[in-house]
Structures are given as C-alpha cells and as structure tokens.
C-alpha cells in the first residue's frame, strides 16, 4: 500500500515536474544527431494523420465517407470493420485505401486530461506482454496494463477484419495508425501483426503523440520487430508535447526507435536516431505543455476538432 502510494505520488510528481537533466542518471538514451525529415517523407505522414483523426470522429460518418475534412482527405477509402464504444474500448476502424493499395487500421486517441489519468492510474504498473499476441516475447517485456487491457478487447476483431480485408483485395502491406492513446493501442498493434502475419505482408506503423507505454525490454522488442530501411515505426512527436515524456524514464519507461520530431522553435522536422535521442523529445527542458499534444502533424490536427 504504501509502496503503491509512492509510486503513484512519485509518477504524479515527474508527470508534472519531469527532471531531463536527469536523463543520464534515469535510462539509455541517444545523442546521435538529428537528420531533416525530406518533403516527400513527410508529405508520405499526412495521409496517417488524416487516418489517426478519423478515429475520433463518428463511426457511421467515416463510414459513409461524410466525417468532414480528414475524410475529404483521404479519398478511396472503404470502411470495412469497426468497433470500441470510445469509452473503455477506443474506437478503431479497419478499411482499404485505394491510393496507397493497403490496409489501414486506425486507434482513437483520448482526451488529454483523460490521458492523464490514465497514466496516473493504477493501471500504469506494468505488467507482462501477453505471450498469446506476443508469441515472439521474453517474459522481461512489461507493457502499461490499461493499454495493454484495452488493446486485449480489440484485437480478435480487428485481427479478423484485416486479414480477410487482405485476402479480398489480395494486398501484402498493413498500415497502422493513432494519436495519443490510440498511438499507443497502434504500437501495440503494429508490433502484433508483425509477429503474427506472414513475413510476406509488410507491416506499417505511423503513430502521433506516444506516450511511454513499456519497459527497455519492450523497447528492444519493438525496435527488433519493426525494424529495416523506409522505418517500419515512425512515432511522431511534437514540440513541447508532455506526452512522448510521461511515464517518466525515472520509473523504468523507455521510448523505442522511430521518432521523428517537429523542433519547437523552428517548426522542422527531423528523425531521431536510437532510443531516447535527447535533441528530440526526450531532451525538452520544462515546461512541457499540453497544448503541443494536438499537432499539427504533418499538417493535421488531431484530437476529433477536425470532424463535422
Ligand atoms: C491475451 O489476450 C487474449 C485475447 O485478447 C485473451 O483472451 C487472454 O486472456 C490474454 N492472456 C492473458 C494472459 O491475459
């Protein structure tokens, strides 16, 4: 009990008053230098962002193509399974993209003040990647318990919708998308279906605003996964956004590879090489701000505003 209101005290102490100066006392990082994302790569974001957005807005909307802005931009898409009651479940949507001949799986994220509780809760304590969905894990791997639950109550359906979606349009690549708590459900996602998927079908995933959601071992595990040339996770995170730094790296938290960062002042966007690259977000001086979380990524912000 006390222990469990310690810890609690001491993530609600770091959420607030995270200590990067700490950072090489706290976790492995990097301080490779930064490389200028191109403008075609990330012209190539936009698409996911518009993806990521949609799963905030109303299911029968995207459905029927009417959802306003981020549906008009992304034209020659058919919405083929969805489910989550975005509450307990966040709502996720599978569908086939014409213009990218794909698959795409889409997460809801939350609000941020319900982000925040979420990973002040309880269920913050990690707990073993479940070897079922994981069947290449070590039982070292811990991942945050509430994502993880609420992944766990999805997945069998989305499983199921994308591979017979596959199968119907005879396609080989899966795109995975979210922001916020949906980029965390979609990391989860994207590290499953690789592992699970044939080899053959390549596996995409493209998420914004990602929280810390497990140990170093599950960062290793992810970078192992979803790893190769055109990176296979991109994690986008945005100026002085407190999310991409909370869980606190201090209590055992670590980002895998694949950020890619939109500079604070400048606006540029640059790929972080490794783990933790301190001159992406992970070096960020206080104060972080909540505002940062909504974007713009790649053009596109993201919390439902952009639904009609
Ligand atoms: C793993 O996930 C499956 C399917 O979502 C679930 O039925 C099972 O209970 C989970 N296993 C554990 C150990 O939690």
């Keep these: 009990m006390h222990l469990l209101s310690l810890l609690s005290l001491a993530l609600w102490l770091s959420s607030v008053y995270s200590a990067p100066t700490l950072l090489g006392l706290i976790g492995p990082f990097s301080t490779q230098a930064t490389t200028p994302e191109s403008a075609s790569a990330l012209d190539a974001l936009t698409p996911l962002a518009n993806f990521a957005e949609?799963?905030?807005?109303?299911?029968?909307?995207?459905?029927?193509?009417?959802?306003?802005?981020?549906?008009?931009?992304?034209?020659?898409?058919?919405?083929?399974?969805?489910?989550?009651?975005?509450?307990?479940?966040?709502?996720?949507?599978?569908?086939?993209?014409?213009?990218?001949?794909?698959?795409?799986?889409?997460?809801?994220?939350?609000?941020?003040?319900?982000?925040?509780?979420?990973?002040?809760?309880?269920?913050?304590?990690?707990?073993?990647?479940?070897?079922t969905l994981f069947p290449q894990t070590s039982i070292a791997v811990l991942v945050h318990t509430g994502f993880q639950l609420a992944f766990e109550r999805s997945i069998d359906a989305i499983d199921h919708a994308v591979i017979s979606a596959l199968q119907q349009y005879s396609l080989s690549s899966v795109q995975v998308t979210g922001h916020s708590l949906g980029a965390a459900l979609g990391v989860l996602n994207g590290v499953h279906l690789a592992q699970v998927l044939p080899p053959s079908i390549s596996v995409r995933t493209t998420v914004f605003g990602l929280p810390r959601m497990g140990n170093p071992a599950w960062a290793t595990m992810v970078d192992a996964t979803l790893s190769g040339p055109n990176p296979p996770l991109i994690h986008m995170s945005n100026k002085l956004d407190l999310f991409p730094n909370i869980p606190p790296q201090l209590l055992g938290w670590q980002h895998p590879q694949g950020e890619v960062y939109i500079e604070p002042e400048s606006g540029d966007v640059v790929a972080c090489a490794g783990e933790e690259n301190i001159n992406c977000a992970s070096g960020n001086l206080l104060p972080l701000v909540i505002a940062d979380h909504a974007g713009p990524y790649a053009g596109v912000l993201l919390g439902g505003h952009g639904c009609t």
């Design 54 to 131: 949609q799963a905030y807005c109303s299911i029968d909307q995207v459905t029927s193509r009417s959802c306003g802005a981020p549906c008009d931009a992304t034209p020659g898409v058919t919405v083929l399974a969805s489910g989550g009651d975005g509450d307990e479940t966040p709502q996720w949507y599978v569908a086939h993209d014409a213009t990218s001949q794909s698959i795409i799986v889409a997460h809801q994220g939350t609000h941020p003040t319900n982000l925040l509780s979420v990973l002040n809760d309880l269920e913050v304590l990690p707990s073993p990647l479940n070897h």
